[in-house]
């Protein structure tokens, strides 16, 4: 970075420099006609030592200029980036949300009927498991925010393999029973 803006100074106190002695020599020689006055050596001194620290200045100026619009550049890409994060997000964890709530309104409108009588305690327990499940979803977001925020504390626990797979599959095999279709659970009891 350094040496770029050092050679684009010089090329432009070059061209200062290169323009003072041009001007100097039109006004001293061919209007003034003093020969006598004329001297090109105090002249490209003088040039130099103005625009050396003017043209490094203007110079070092436009490249920050141009870092600070590269990083302006790339932050935009990097919020538009998050937003997408974000959308996907809520389209993945309104998604989830629909899976236990269809759950609870399924089984609560079979719990009305008399159809249903000896599968009341099941389909009670499948509410119940799917209201947890929809309860550690909303958990989840509010862990989200909380990492956002900075503030989320983590706390180790064991958690039984076999237990949530289990719960996963209750939760799905009604709507998998309604739509004719079958569950097959081969869950191997030595999951640590």
Excluded at 20 to 38: E, F, K, N, P, W
Excluded at 85 to 97: P, Q, R, V, Y
Excluded at 106 to 132: I, N, P
Aim: aromatic share 8%; with cysteine; net charge neutral.
């Amino acid at each position: 970075m350094l040496r770029q803006k050092l050679f684009a100074t010089l090329m432009w106190c070059g061209m200062c420099v290169a323009i003072a002695m041009i001007v100097d020599y039109g006004v001293t020689i061919l209007i003034l006609r003093a020969y006598q006055s004329y001297t090109p050596l105090i002249t490209l001194c003088i040039a130099t030592l103005v625009s050396f620290p003017t043209t490094y200045v203007l110079v070092s100026s436009k490249f920050d200029l141009r870092n600070a619009r590269d990083e302006l550049a790339a932050a935009r890409d990097a919020a538009v980036n998050a937003n997408l994060s974000k959308t996907l997000f809520f389209a993945n964890m309104s998604h989830e949300l629909r899976t236990p709530l269809n759950a609870i309104i399924g089984f609560s409108q079979l719990l009305e009927t008399d159809l249903f009588a000896g599968k009341r305690v099941e389909y009670a327990r499948l509410v119940h498991e799917s209201g947890r499940h929809l309860l550690d979803l909303v958990n989840d977001l509010l862990d989200i925010s909380k990492i956002e925020a900075g503030r989320l504390q983590l706390d180790n626990s064991d958690v039984f393999l076999s237990e949530v797979m289990s719960e996963c599959c209750n939760i799905v095999e009604p709507r998998l029973r309604a739509g004719r279709l079958r569950l097959v659970r081969h869950i191997d009891c030595d999951l640590p």
